[in-house]
C-alpha cells in the first residue's frame, strides 16, 4: 500500500507525488491533514478555507473514480502530522509516502519531522517539486549564489528553462482497489462567490483554457487597469494547486507562438517562482525578518491602530485605496495594481509596521500565499529583495488618474461616489465627505514624512 498526502497540490494532473506513487506497484490511497490550529497561527483567510475545503472534495470525487479513496486525518499543528501520519502507514501496512514539498520554514520543518518519523519506522517517504517549474537551488549566479535581485534571476531561469524537461505529467489511471473507504470532508472556513470562484481542477483548467484564448495576448496592454477583466485570476488556483505554474506556462507555449517565453505573464510566473527561491534561499524572512533590515532599522513604524483600522475598513478617505479594499472584503482577491497601491500607502503614507498589512491580506485573501504576499508586502515597504526603491510612494490620486482613467473601478466598488463630477471625485476631501468621512492624512505631508524616515539614520 502507498499513501499520497495532499496539501496545496490539489490536482490529478501534473501532479508528480500522485504520478510517481501511481506508476509504482500496489493499491494507492490518498490523505490529508486538516491543521486548524496551523492555519489560525498562519492567518489563512476563512474563505480561502472553504474554497480549499470545495476543490478537495472535487478532488476526493476524481480520485474515487481511479480506486483511490481520499482518507482525512486531523492535527491541530504541523507539528502534530507525524504522529497522525504513522498511525495511518500502520493501521494501513502502507510502505511508502509521496507528497510535493512546500517552501516555507514551519511546512519544510513539518517535512523533516515526517521523514524521520516514518523513515524510523520503515517507511519510504518521497518529496517532489510540483509547486515549481524549476526546484529551488537550481538557479544561481555564475558564482553559485542564490539570486537577490529579480532581473539577473528571470534571465538565468528562462536560459535554464530551455534546457529543462517542462512538459505536464498526464492524470494517473484507474488503480487496483484498496479496500479502504473514503472519509467524510467537514465544512471549513466561510462562504465565499462559488460564481466567480468555481472550485476544482476542471474548473481551474478551464478558466486557463479562456484566458489562453482571449487573455493572454492582450495581457501586456490590459493588466494594470483594475475595470477590465485583464488578468488571468488564476491566483486562488494556483495558491491551492488545483493548477499547477507548469500547466500555465505550457497554456502560454501554445497560444503565444515564438516569443512566448518573453512574454509579460510569464514574467509574472517567474515572479512566483523568485519569491520560492527566495524563501529557501534565505529563510529567516519566514519569521518576518526583512529581506534588508538594514533599510527597516531607519523607520519607526507608528503605532496608530486607529489608522490601521480605516485602511482595514476600506474607509481612509482615498478613494482608490478604499475601493480596493472593498473589492478585497467582496471578492476575496484584489487587482494586483492595487495590492502595490494600498500597501504602498499603508507602509509608507499611514507609516504602519509591513507586517500587519501582510498578515490582514492574508487573512482575507482567497489567493493567499505565503511567499507571494510575503514578497509583495516587503517590495512595497521597500524593505525586501529588488524592493521599490523607498522614494517609490504611490500617489493614489495619480495612480486612479492613470489605471481607472473613467473611475469605473472606483464607481463600481463605492457606488455611493458615482454621481458626483469627475473632479470632485479626485479630491480626497471632497470625495471623503461625500462618504461622511475626512481623508486619514494629508496625501503631500504623509509623502515628505515617509521621505524623511526612509533618508535618515
Ligand atoms: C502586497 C502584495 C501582496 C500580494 N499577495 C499575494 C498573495 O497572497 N498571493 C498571490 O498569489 N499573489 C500575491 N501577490 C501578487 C499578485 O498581486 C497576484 O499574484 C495577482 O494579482 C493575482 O492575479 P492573477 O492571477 O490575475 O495574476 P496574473 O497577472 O494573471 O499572473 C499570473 C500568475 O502569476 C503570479 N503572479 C503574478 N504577479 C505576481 C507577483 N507580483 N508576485 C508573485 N507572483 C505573481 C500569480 O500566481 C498569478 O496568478 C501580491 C502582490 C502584492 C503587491
Request: with cysteine.
Amino acid at each position: 500500500m502507498k499513501l499520497v498526502w495532499f496539501r496545496n497540490d490539489l490536482r490529478l494532473s501534473d501532479n508528480p507525488a500522485l504520478h510517481n506513487a501511481c506508476v509504482a506497484d500496489g493499491p494507492v490511497v490518498a490523505v490529508v491533514v486538516l491543521t486548524p490550529q496551523q492555519w489560525r497561527d498562519h492567518c489563512e483567510a476563512p474563505v480561502k478555507l472553504a474554497f480549499w475545503r470545495d476543490a478537495l472534495v472535487k478532488l476526493a470525487d476524481d480520485l474515487d473514480r481511479l480506486n483511490i479513496p481520499l482518507r482525512v486525518l486531523e492535527a491541530p499543528c504541523f507539528d502534530d502530522c507525524a504522529e497522525e501520519l504513522s498511525r495511518l502507514c500502520q493501521e494501513l501496512s502502507a510502505k511508502r509516502l509521496y507528497f510535493n514539498y512546500e517552501y516555507p520554514v514551519n511546512e519544510r520543518r513539518r517535512d523533516i519531522r515526517v521523514k524521520q518519523r516514518l523513515r524510523g519506522e520503515g517507511v519510504i517517504v518521497d518529496g517532489f517539486h510540483g509547486d515549481l517549474i524549476l526546484p529551488p537551488g537550481s538557479v544561481l549566479s555564475a558564482k553559485g549564489d542564490p539570486f537577490r535581485v529579480f532581473t539577473p534571476f528571470s534571465r538565468a531561469w528562462r536560459r535554464q528553462l530551455l534546457c529543462a524537461d517542462f512538459s505536464c505529467l498526464p492524470a494517473p489511471g484507474r488503480q487496483s482497489g484498496t479496500g479502504t473507504v473514503r472519509d467524510i470532508i467537514p465544512s471549513l472556513g466561510q462562504a465565499y462567490d462559488q460564481d466567480l470562484w468555481a472550485a476544482g481542477e476542471t474548473a481551474a483548467a478551464g478558466r486557463l483554457q479562456r484566458f489562453a484564448a482571449a487573455g493572454l495576448g492582450v495581457y501586456g496592454d490590459e493588466r494594470d487597469f483594475p475595470a477590465i477583466d485583464g488578468t488571468s485570476r488564476l491566483s486562488p488556483y494556483l495558491a491551492t494547486g488545483q493548477l499547477s505554474a507548469r500547466q500555465c506556462l505550457s497554456a502560454a507555449q501554445l497560444s503565444l507562438g515564438a516569443d512566448w517565453l518573453e512574454s509579460t505573464w510569464v514574467t509574472e510566473l517567474i515572479w512566483r517562482e523568485f519569491y520560492r527561491h527566495l524563501l529557501v534561499a534565505f529563510p529567516e524572512q519566514c519569521r518576518y525578518q526583512p529581506f534588508r533590515p538594514e533599510v527597516e532599522a531607519k523607520i519607526r513604524w507608528h503605532d496608530r491602530p486607529d489608522l490601521f483600522d480605516a485602511w482595514c475598513r476600506g474607509e481612509t478617505g482615498f478613494a482608490i485605496v478604499d475601493a480596493a479594499m472593498r473589492q478585497l472584503h467582496e471578492t476575496g482577491w484584489m487587482h494586483n495594481r492595487l495590492r502595490m497601491v494600498t500597501a504602498s500607502f499603508l507602509t509608507k503614507l499611514l507609516g504602519v509596521d509591513w507586517r500587519l498589512g501582510c498578515d490582514f491580506f492574508m487573512s482575507h485573501l482567497i489567493d493567499g500565499d505565503f511567499a507571494s504576499n510575503l514578497g509583495g508586502w516587503q517590495w512595497s515597504a521597500s524593505v525586501g529583495a529588488d524592493a521599490a526603491p523607498y522614494f517609490r510612494i504611490f500617489n493614489p490620486a495619480r495612480q486612479a488618474e492613470r489605471f481607472d482613467p473613467h473611475d469605473d473601478f472606483v464607481c463600481h466598488w463605492l457606488p455611493e461616489l458615482a454621481s458626483l463630477p469627475a473632479k470632485e471625485r479626485r479630491d480626497p476631501k471632497r470625495a471623503a465627505a461625500a462618504r461622511g468621512l475626512q481623508p486619514v492624512i494629508d496625501y503631500g505631508e504623509a509623502r515628505r514624512e515617509a521621505l524623511a524616515a526612509y533618508k535618515a539614520g
